[in-house]
């Protein structure tokens, strides 16, 4: 594409540098739309993202979108936090806006917007988060702080970090909420996730490289009063979503949430509509 000084410059920050899915649906955004954007990737590890982000800004970039743990390195760089980001310590954008900084947790919105819809399914009852990492820490944050869930078991394969989680979010969680910790062994939380109707999996098992598993491995848990919601999108449909909706859950996949993430983070950072539905046929064709 020709550029001008008018040009927005988005960079994309990851380490190691791979290809990576996020700079890829950027440039399809800009190319469907023809946006006056310009989308790079860089290579930036944590303990060189504040020079890299400086560097960005001097050049008059729109900002900048971040990748894997880089989400969580970036809390004390920006100026200031949207609500999202502040509550759940993952920033994966921050807007450039002459002096100012802004950090942004557009995964957590993402995921209060595919929940909502389904509201009627889980919110008087209890929930059951897997995992431990950021995304765990964003779907915490809608459960808590936007659904005002007040039964919700965490479980990941660290008890500490489960505990760590459960710490922070009770703070902002309502007095009456009961937020337990406990380790990712399916067969001592059968019964949590049995009676739970919302489970999500915000772990990385299931995804391209352990794609025959289930972070779920006892029988007889999914049923048609469950809500089963995987955060991975690689592949869409994970087996334990294809075991859940063999069972009547309703579910939802970690693509829509993608979509979803990426489309405020790209309006954010090029000031142009993200082209959704054309996305959404272009990553069910690249899967």
């Not at 007040?150 to 703070?171: C, G, P």
């Not at 352990?210 to 469950?226: A, G, L, M, Y």
């Amino acid at each position: 594409m020709r550029t001008t000084h008018n040009t927005r410059l988005v960079g994309i920050l990851c380490h190691p540098v791979a290809e990576e899915l996020i700079h890829e649906i950027f440039s399809w955004g800009v190319e469907i739309t023809d946006a006056d954007a310009a989308c790079l990737q860089f290579d930036a590890q944590a303990k060189d993202m504040r020079g890299v982000i400086a560097g960005l800004h001097a050049l008059k970039a729109t900002g900048v979108y971040l990748t894997g743990r880089l989400r969580t390195s970036a809390a004390g760089i920006a100026d200031y936090l949207s609500d999202e980001a502040h509550g759940t310590g993952v920033i994966n954008t921050i807007t450039f806006d002459q002096d100012r900084t802004t950090g942004h947790n557009t995964e957590a919105s993402a995921i209060i917007s595919v929940l909502e819809p389904y509201q009627h399914i889980f919110a008087r009852g209890s929930a059951v988060v897997l995992g431990g990492g950021a995304m765990a820490r964003s779907v915490l944050y809608a459960l808590v702080r936007h659904f005002r869930m007040k039964n919700i078991a965490i479980a990941d394969r660290t008890l500490q970090q489960a505990q760590l989680l459960r710490q922070m979010f009770s703070e902002m969680a309502n007095p009456s909420a009961r937020i337990e910790a406990h380790e990712l062994f399916p067969p001592d939380i059968a019964q949590l996730l049995a009676e739970a109707r919302l489970i999500v999996n915000a772990t990385p098992i299931g995804t391209i490289t352990s794609i025959d598993q289930s972070p779920i491995t006892v029988p007889d848990i999914f049923h048609n009063r469950q809500l089963v919601m995987d955060v991975n999108f690689g592949p869409a449909i994970t087996r334990m979503l294809a075991e859940a909706a063999d069972n009547g859950s309703t579910i939802i996949s970690g693509a829509e949430i993608l979509i979803r993430q990426v489309a405020q983070s790209y309006e954010l950072l090029t000031h142009s509509q993200f082209p959704a539905e054309r996305i959404r046929a272009m990553l069910a064709a690249h899967e």
